[in-house]
């Protein structure tokens, strides 16, 4: 009952900046906490950031300083802002909700995007 729409990828020259944008739909009755990943090419997928319902977030020692996650409740949207780019940052990236939705709320589910794909050129 929850879709997982994700936008903001692209080709970007290192140095340079993208915002990563993930949009859950459906019958949401809350959410405990929404996460980047990122999988690069040969590579298994690793956590890249996490914020929680109530705020607090967490990321990657490889992107701290760099990366800011962020969310829009009212949208039901979670952003990954990607400063300062680097060529290791070439990956395939995903966003994860953690959340309860309607009706069968005593479970706590995760959903996942498709997944939108970051080059970042040397």
């Known amino acids: 009952q929850v879709q997982l729409v994700e936008s903001g990828g692209g080709l970007v020259q290192a140095g340079g900046s993208l915002r990563l944008s993930c949009t859950a739909s459906?019958?949401?009755?809350?959410?405990?906490?929404m996460r980047w990943y990122r999988q690069a090419p040969g590579k298994q997928r690793e956590l890249v950031a996490v914020i929680t319902g109530g705020g607090s977030t967490n990321y990657a020692d490889f992107v701290k300083g760099r990366f800011t996650i962020s969310r829009d409740n009212a949208k039901n949207t979670v952003y990954l802002q990607m400063n300062s780019l680097k060529p290791e940052d070439t990956a395939v990236y995903y966003c994860?909700?953690?959340?309860?939705?309607?009706?069968?709320?005593?479970?706590?589910?995760?959903?996942w995007g498709q997944g939108t794909q970051v080059t970042v050129s040397s």
């Open positions: 459906g019958s949401i009755i809350s959410i405990n906490a």
């Open positions: 994860n909700a953690e959340l309860y939705d309607s009706p069968n709320y005593y479970a706590l589910k995760r959903y």
